[in-house]
């Protein structure tokens, strides 16, 4: 739902007069902590559906777990910025429910399809099916969107804040005013 959130910022964002190019000016701090995150997020993903043998040990759940704590600590350095109070809760509550149910997001298997219940029941990625064992359930990947020419996705309380918070993040920044002081005409003469 992140880059259908980010797509409709965007939109928004021009129809309401806003500038792309306001998007170069926001500064974020610590920027380079997402992408080691997702790197490690996505090496733990390709471990488990490739059977490297990266097993549900506490190293593996450590990375997981901890891979949030970078993204967390990325938020609170850019507190200041719009939207990401928004971010930092959306992750927090993603962080505490992957944390507490052993370094994997639960998801509701109602909505899944089979081969995707049979993967999970394997341990292949960083998602887990919900059982009557899961701590904090509702938290966890339990609601379903299917919208007409997007892909079936299943989310969280969590990764709704997240959204709204990236909305607020593009849609602010976007149309904001140039903070630069503006020349009058007069004293353009002198």
């Not at 359930?137 to 609601?143: E, I, T, Y």
């Not at 996705?153 to 140039?178: A, C, N, P, R």
């Amino acid at each position: 739902m992140l880059i259908e959130a980010l797509i409709l910022a965007l939109i928004i964002s021009l129809l309401w007069g806003g500038k792309i190019n306001r998007l170069g000016q926001l500064v974020l701090r610590v920027s380079w902590l997402v992408p080691v995150a997702l790197i490690i997020q996505s090496g733990l993903y390709w471990a488990a559906v490739r059977e490297v043998g990266l097993d549900s040990s506490w190293l593996v759940q450590s990375l997981g777990t901890g891979s949030y704590f970078l993204l967390l600590f990325f938020t609170w350095r850019n507190r200041t910025c719009p939207g990401m109070s928004w971010i930092t809760l959306g992750i927090l509550l993603n962080t505490i429910v992957i944390g507490v149910n052993g370094g994997v997001m639960p998801v509701d298997p109602l909505f899944l399809p089979e081969e995707s219940r049979k993967a999970l029941l394997e341990g292949q990625g960083t998602h887990g099916l919900m059982t009557s064992m899961t701590h904090l359930s509702f938290l966890a990947d339990r609601f379903y969107l299917d919208i007409l020419g997007l892909k079936k996705q299943m989310f969280s309380v969590g990764d709704i804040l997240i959204d709204i918070g990236v909305f607020f993040l593009v849609f602010k920044t976007m149309v904001s005013q140039d903070k630069r002081p503006k020349t009058s005409v007069l004293s353009k003469k002198i």
